[in-house]
């Protein structure tokens, strides 16, 4: 069947759909910046790393860097031409290049310029260095007692009134838990790439995120405007929320390089320098005190959250504001008082990574439900739907933000899986083996997940797109979002071609560049669909509004007799094919590009106060996991894992779970065996594959289920009345860690919460396994 005729297009939204680079991805076809053609003279880059936690620079001989063979310059904070900071948080307190004080361990002080990537590394380890140590924290316990300080300010959220209904509480409990971080570890490092051009004119290509704010930087430190600095980012080989701020030093440092050398400059590091130098998931300290009945109702939550945030600020304040977000998940607290302490360590300051604080608030969350039900003695599953958010209006339905949860869904995605997996027999089964096995544990968890989908801060909720219609019918299509193996551009692409009715492949995907759309946000938030979908459909409205005018005067039709239809367009009786009537409009001289704008509606948030509406809507999901330890040795496996999650009408179903799948993997690594570990001298040990363990194949469940929840449609007219799912599912295998806790449990016969921290490590099972056999 012709195009001409065909009853439907190809790739329209909610269709299942390959990813646009997938083949290129396992063919190695996919360009990354390291794979684009070099540029003629280009230069190489490589960072002066100092070797001291907290330390003034007394001296830096830097004539043996100089003077080896193929080094062209050297760089010092004294060559940044503009200012010598990249704080995104606009605080001053993150230098590009250290010049008196260091502050963690192998903050760069110079940058060596040569004409191969081997002797810039070579030189640079021949700085000589004079120190003067002085004191120093790597975490949240040493730096408190040393009092550091914060490197932004706290937030408290408060509602009803915590110290009475504590008071008055049948029982109370306290507690502390130890919640790890995570490294990143993207495929593809830190890489960028600087070419000068005429006049102030600088190119830069970079694997981030946040290209917006790569030429925010850049121009600062060039002190340059805007408009002289141009970002592309065609694709990352992953980022996780590790590119959204930490490019920034490599592409300013590449800039003023080439800026200075007049040829380009790539910096491209290694993976131990990118894990050493980079910022990781926020690891916190909580500390908490519940109120609870006889029954296990929670009325009473007092809890603190205290954060390993690094030598400066970051993105440590919304990540430590969206951890108390997420501490109620989705309970229902009485009364409630959260306090964030974003503290100072002499470590690298730590950053945004998929969840951005939320996963740490969460497990919170449900460790206090875990304490409460090991505390009256019944399943963890009973306790949580004890304690469920109610339906709007119930009463039960304010979170701590004051927030309405206005489409609880909760209750119905649990209850499903709950049924859909056979949990209660399967428990009941596992209690029964725990009885008799006397080295091998079972454990068996159900846990749900609630997550606010909206960047907190209001002013980043917005999105840009532009698209061309050529006359021969093809579309081009550019937005702010960046693709990092996600799937965004081709949800976007999707997007433009359900709009239009014609099939996917007319659509070209292009880079990301600050030249196309501006003052773009980053890619984060899991709102890169939500946002950049709706600023690609608004594009595509305006040249469809202006075809359907045309069609209108040039035939003397009324609106309503003017149709898309697949690959063609009806005009009253008349049928023509697309691209024949896209040239007629282009010879009516009819505009048929658009530029296209979005910003999330109904949002506002007042920090001061602590009330507002941080989140556009909820994205819900749950997940049932099954374990076994070993109690000899504290190794387990995962033997199976049943997901039921919500992505409100999926844009494209393969996308979308094979996201979930990916999230649920990477958030089990986090609990389970990804370690961040410094030593005595404030040094991270744990810097590359051999020290620091990321899940293998091998790791997964060996029964792992994925179902989206079909019946579930947005009741926010998002793009497609679909829900974003770059985040959530990464707090679905919060499930293994309760189901490993309840393992350990059954060595003292289910008495006491086992408190594991995160990561659960074998050694961490084998340990708490120990306490418990002593009770």
């Given at each position: 069947m012709s195009s001409m005729n065909a009853k439907s297009i190809t790739g329209p939204i909610h269709a299942t759909l390959k990813h646009d680079s997938a083949h290129k991805h396992v063919t190695g076809a996919a360009d990354y910046i390291d794979d684009m053609p070099e540029p003629a003279g280009l230069l190489h880059a490589a960072l002066g790393m100092t070797q001291r936690a907290h330390a003034r620079i007394l001296?830096?001989?830097?004539?043996?860097?100089?003077?080896?063979?193929?080094?062209?310059?050297?760089?010092?904070?004294?060559?940044?031409?503009?200012?010598?900071?990249?704080?995104s948080a606009h605080l001053h307190d993150e230098p590009v290049l250290a010049e008196d004080i260091v502050e963690f361990y192998g903050q760069a002080a110079f940058t060596v310029i040569a004409e191969t990537r081997l002797a810039a590394r070579r030189a640079a380890r021949l700085a000589r260095i004079t120190y003067e140590d002085l004191p120093f924290a790597v975490d949240v316990e040493n730096a408190k007692k040393a009092e550091t300080g914060y490197v932004t300010k706290p937030l408290r959220l408060a509602r009803g009134d915590v110290g009475s209904a504590m008071a008055k509480a049948p029982n109370r409990l306290r507690g502390q838990m130890k919640i790890g971080g995570q490294e990143h570890f993207y495929l593809e490092g830190h890489i960028s790439l600087a070419i000068p051009g005429e006049d102030d004119e600088m190119t830069v290509w970079a694997s981030t995120q946040h290209p917006s704010e790569i030429q925010d930087m850049v121009s600062h430190v060039l002190g340059v405007p805007a408009n002289a600095v141009t970002v592309h980012v065609r694709r990352m080989g992953g980022g996780f929320g590790g590119k959204e701020t930490q490019g920034n030093q490599f592409a300013c440092l590449a800039a003023v390089a080439a800026r200075k050398t007049g040829r380009a400059v790539k910096f491209r590091l290694d993976r131990d320098e990118d894990m050493t130098v980079t910022g990781k998931r926020h690891d916190f300290v909580v500390d908490y005190e519940i109120g609870y009945d006889d029954e296990g109702r929670i009325e009473a939550v007092k809890a603190n959250f205290a954060a390993r945030c690094g030598y400066s600020s970051d993105l440590s304040g919304p990540v430590t504001d969206r951890a108390l977000f997420h501490a109620d998940n989705a309970y229902f607290y009485p009364h409630v008082e959260l306090l964030s302490e974003p503290v100072k360590t002499n470590t690298v300051s730590n950053t945004a990574f998929r969840g951005f604080g939320?996963?740490?608030g969460l497990v919170g969350a449900e460790r206090f439900i875990e304490e409460v039900a090991y505390a009256v003695g019944k399943d963890p599953l009973e306790i949580r739907k004890l304690n469920f958010y109610g339906e709007a209006g119930s009463g039960r339905d304010l979170t701590p933000y004051h927030q309405t949860v206005e489409d609880n869904i909760m209750p119905r995605v649990v209850a499903e899986l709950e049924e859909s997996t056979d949990y209660q027999a399967r428990r009941n089964a596992i209690v029964e083996f725990n009885k008799t096995s006397k080295y091998i544990k079972k454990g068996i968890a159900l846990t749900p997940v609630k997550f606010g989908i909206s960047f907190t801060m209001t002013a980043y909720n917005q999105a840009g797109a532009l698209v061309h219609v050529y006359k021969d019918g093809s579309i081009h299509l550019n937005h702010g979002g960046t693709e990092m193996g996600q799937g965004l551009y081709t949800k976007v692409a999707q997007v433009i071609a359900d709009c239009f009715q014609v099939d996917i492949e007319r659509v070209k995907i292009t880079a990301t560049t600050t030249g196309k759309v501006p003052n773009t946000s980053a890619t984060a938030a899991s709102s890169?669909?939500?946002?950049?979908?709706?600023?690609?459909?608004d594009a595509a409205r305006q040249i469809k509004e202006r075809l359907i005018a045309f069609a209108v005067?040039?035939?003397?039709?009324?609106?309503?007799q003017v149709t898309f239809l697949p690959n063609r367009v009806r005009i009253g009786n008349e049928e023509i094919a697309f691209d024949d009537f896209i040239k007629q409009a282009y010879f009516a001289r009819i505009q048929l590009s658009a530029a296209g704008f979005y910003k999330t509606p109904k949002i506002h948030w007042d920090r001061d106060s602590g009330r507002g509406r941080p989140f556009y809507?909820?994205?819900?999901?749950?997940?049932?996991?099954?374990v076994s330890i070993d109690t000899l040795t504290g190794e387990y496996i995962v033997h199976r894992s049943d997901v039921l999650h919500d992505v409100g009408r999926s844009l494209n179903p393969a996308i979308d779970i094979g996201q979930i799948e990916g999230g649920f993997i990477q958030g089990m690594g986090w609990l389970t065996t990804e370690e961040l570990w410094w030593d005595d001298k404030g040094m991270l040990r744990t810097h590359a594959p051999s020290t620091y363990k990321i899940p293998l194949a091998s790791d997964k469940p060996e029964v792992f289920n994925v179902r989206l929840a079909e019946w579930s449609v947005n009741a926010e007219p998002t793009i497609g009345r679909s829900k974003a799912v770059g985040e959530p599912p990464l707090m679905l295998p919060v499930s293994v860690l309760e189901?490993?806790?309840?393992?350990?449990?059954?060595?003292s016969g289910y008495k006491v919460c086992p408190r594991l921290d995160t990561p659960a490590t074998p050694e961490r099972i084998l340990m708490a396994v120990e306490q418990m056999k002593g009770l």
């Open positions: 001296s830096m001989d830097l004539s043996d860097v100089e003077a080896y063979p193929g080094v062209v310059t050297v760089l010092t904070a004294k060559d940044m031409p503009g200012t010598n900071d990249i704080s939320g996963p740490q890169g669909s939500d946002l950049n979908g709706m600023a690609a459909f005067e040039s035939r003397k039709v009324p609106e309503d809507y909820y994205a819900y999901g749950a997940s049932v996991s099954e189901a490993l806790s309840m393992a350990v449990a059954s060595v």
